[in-house]
């Protein structure tokens, strides 16, 4: 063998190569005027790593390079042998995990932990992160995760439900330039079941003629579907209050807080995040009960079986487009409902918060911790926003806010490289994974081809 | 309620200028056995999809009488109405849900036909309950009739050819249908399978009172279960008959013969 085929050189090659391309994404940034900038800074540029090294940014990459280098090969000498004998301590502790009580036991612990969560952070910015970040992306992401995850069907313009049920929010409690239905001004109380309404009615709209698509198609139009909705919501300037929002025009006013009066019981949200964030805690427990006895039921079923074989599944009597319909109707609610409190909770909603980007971030929470796994999309939203907010809150020396997508585009890799199921996945996508790595599944051709 | 179950008349179907079945007319009597066979690329498989709503034919029609004796026109139907009608199928490529058990593949089919609330599955009532139980019972029936009780738990994707089509089977029958189509439920099975498999189709027959129409190049299978036969070339019926009366007719022979340099060309 030629020696620059040996195993080992390949590996070094492939290192020095992985490191470089993260050397030059911590680096310095070019510009467009010098655009060299960034490949020569990142070359000269002098850090001190803890104290302890001080010298050019190259070496320490270098160095890197070569501990990579010596983990991978260490790994592929002991790893088979590391993971057999990890596999049989840890097989112990799996069973028992696997059994109700256990799990029932540890979801009961995470929930009891979140609900002292914002005492324990007790910083304000964290605790708006809880609620403006975290809590409203994980209802997002567990709405996308019935559309993406249960039925199998790419939605790029989920945000549209999001910003539907957040201007739904601003009409019926009058925040809008055109007047609330019949002039009555809700507490965003009840708007939670309007937007939920309307956000489902939605769905059915776009989903009834689109939903006939399959695939590539369905996400374009999915795509442009999301589109439309922030061009209208920009536009329709009378209605809309156009790109400056609610609140953006004459005679309008902010979308109240909620508030509450129950006999003897009165309260009012204010703009603190923290009671907010125990109103969405309990709408996030809610959604996630529900979605999983949804998974769990014939319904949940039957988006498995069009997921797989679309032609078998209409073929024992699943009327393929009516579950698909509901899939989105359902995964719509509770994109609604974030959309309720957003709106609620910064009294004013403006147009450029319901971007395509944000569509592509809540999928990424999806795939990132599992599509079709509730646990999983719901750490995967934990994790990411976490991490994302606190890159952008306490920056780590030559972090840039706006290269967080590209950290983040690069975790996304790596999880699909070495966990293609997600963080947490779903047992029945795993499976899947792995059957058509072993080319088993059925792709999702239309009929087998035996025409005459 | 008439005798007949299938009763199909001057069908054409065309995809683009590929004529796949020319003037298809046959009929099918309630529990009869009845097979279809033609060399490859004769339209069986098209015949197939034309019945059970996955193509539209152009020209003919198409009636299926179900329970209570109501005809209905097949063409134009989507497929899962077909389904809920009482026509169940088999592909000729196992299609089964591969990432799920066997258990829930046939489940699936028991349960397609109960009505859906959204509520009801996220509450749970005793009539859902009731519905589940109902789905499971049906279920490890249907498995067992098909002899697949020891294999429910296992991912459907393991299973052997021979058990594949007997899945395929039982989730069929669990759509409660009138009549089952099998296309080339014998093929890549052993002999073995193939004999059990012979005795499972007559089962559903006698057992469950369900028509079969089969489609089969085995002819020994074929001749051995069939108790009527369709011969289809290049689209067109060109013979029907008992099984002695289509090995006797000449333009079978011919067709078969002849099927073979035929199948040259088109290679």
């Known amino acids: 063998m030629a020696w620059w085929r040996q195993d080992w050189i390949r590996r070094l090659v492939t290192s020095l190569a992985v490191v470089a391309v993260v050397e030059l994404m911590t680096g310095p940034s070019g510009s467009f005027a010098a655009p060299t900038t960034g490949l020569i800074g990142s070359y000269n540029e002098r850090v001190s790593v803890y104290g302890l090294f001080v010298g050019r940014r190259w070496m ?3 160095v890197l390079a070569l501990v990579f280098f010596g983990v991978w ?23 028992m995990a696997a059994r109700r009580p256990v799990r029932w036991g540890f979801y009961l612990v995470l929930l009891v932990v979140a609900g002292f969560l914002p005492h324990l952070v007790n910083d304000p910015y964290w605790q708006s992160v809880l609620v403006e970040q975290i809590a409203v992306f994980v209802l997002l992401a567990l709405g996308l995760n019935v559309v993406v995850g249960f039925a199998g069907l790419l939605d790029l313009g989920f945000v549209a439900f999001y910003a539907i049920g957040a201007y739904t929010t601003a009409w019926v409690t009058g925040a809008l330039p ?9 507490n965003p109380f009840w708007a939670i079941p309007v937007a939920i309404v309307f956000v489902m009615v939605a769905g059915i709209l776009l989903g009834t003629p689109t939903l006939r698509l399959r695939g590539d198609y369905l996400a374009i139009v999915t795509l442009g579907f999301g589109e439309i909705i922030t061009i209208f919501a920009n536009n329709l300037y009378g209605i809309t209050g156009g790109s400056y929002g609610s609140g953006g025009t004459s005679g309008s006013h902010p979308i109240p807080h909620f508030s509450i009066s129950l006999g003897p019981i009165h309260y009012r949200w204010t703009l603190a995040p923290v009671p907010y964030y125990y109103l969405t805690l309990v709408f996030v427990v809610l959604f996630i009960l529900g979605f999983s006895l949804l998974e769990h039921s014939r319904i949940g079923r039957a988006w498995t079986a069009i997921r797989e074989d679309e032609v078998a599944a209409e073929s024992v009597g699943i009327n393929p487009l009516k579950y698909k319909v509901m899939a989105f109707a359902i995964g719509a609610a509770s994109a609604g409902f974030a959309g309720v409190v957003t709106a609620s909770q910064s009294n004013f909603i403006f147009p450029a918060t319901f971007t395509l980007q944000l569509s592509i971030n809540v999928l990424v929470l999806v795939i990132f911790g599992g599509m079709g796994s509730i646990p999983g999309v719901v750490a995967g939203a934990v994790v990411i926003q976490t991490v994302s907010m606190y890159l952008i809150h306490t920056p780590p020396a030559g972090f840039q806010e706006s290269d ?29 994974i792995i059957l058509s790595e072993a080319g088993e599944a059925h792709a999702d051709e239309v009929l087998t081809g035996d025409v005459a | 309620m008439s005798d007949l179950i299938f009763d199909v008349r001057n069908v054409t179907l065309r995809f683009g200028g590929v004529v796949s079945l020319n003037d298809v007319s046959l009929h099918q009597g309630r529990g009869e056995i009845l097979a279809v066979i033609g060399p490859n690329g004769a339209g069986k498989t098209s015949l197939f999809n034309s019945l059970t709503g996955l193509y539209r034919p152009q020209e003919g029609t198409i009636t299926f009488e179900g329970r209570n004796g109501v005809a209905l026109s097949i063409i134009g139907k989507k497929a899962h109405r077909v389904s809920a009608a009482g026509v169940a199928r088999t ?11 066997t258990f829930e593949n046939v489940k699936i089919g028991a349960e397609s036909h109960r009505g859906i609330g959204v509520l009801g599955a996220m509450v749970r009532g005793p009539g859902t309950r009731r519905g589940e139980h109902e789905s499971d019972q049906r279920t490890l029936e249907l498995l067992s009739f098909v002899g697949l009780s020891a294999k429910a738990n296992v991912i459907s994707a393991s299973l052997s050819y021979g058990d594949r089509r007997r899945l395929e089977i039982a989730r069929g029958l669990a759509t409660d249908p009138q009549v089952l189509l099998l296309d080339e439920p014998a093929a890549g099975t052993n002999p073995a399978e193939k004999i059990q498999l012979t005795e499972l189709i007559r089962r559903v027959r006698d057992e469950r009172g369900v028509s079969i129409l089969l489609i089969e190049h085995d002819m020994k299978l074929v001749m051995s279960l069939a108790e009527r036969l369709y011969v289809l070339n290049f689209g067109s019926v060109i013979a029907e008959g008992t099984p002695d009366e289509i090995r006797a007719n000449p333009a079978v022979i011919e067709a078969y013969l002849g099927s073979s340099e035929q199948a040259e060309d088109r290679a």
Request: no cysteine; charged share 20%.
């Open chain 1, 60 to 62: 320490v990459f270098l």
């Open chain 1, 404 to 432: 967080l997508y590209m950290y983040i585009g690069a975790l996304l890799i790596v999880t699909m490289i070495f966990r293609p199921a997600g963080l947490i996945p779903s047992r029945r996508r795993r499976r899947e």
């Open chain 1, 73 to 95: 090969s260490a790994w592929l000498r002991w790893g088979p042998r590391t993971r057999a004998s990890w596999r049989s301590t840890m097989a112990t502790p799996r069973e």
């Open chain 2, 91 to 101: 592909f000729q490529a196992s299609r089964m849900f591969s990432a799920l058990t």
């Open chain 1, 178 to 186: 055109t007047p609330a239905p019949f002039g009555i001004h809700l």
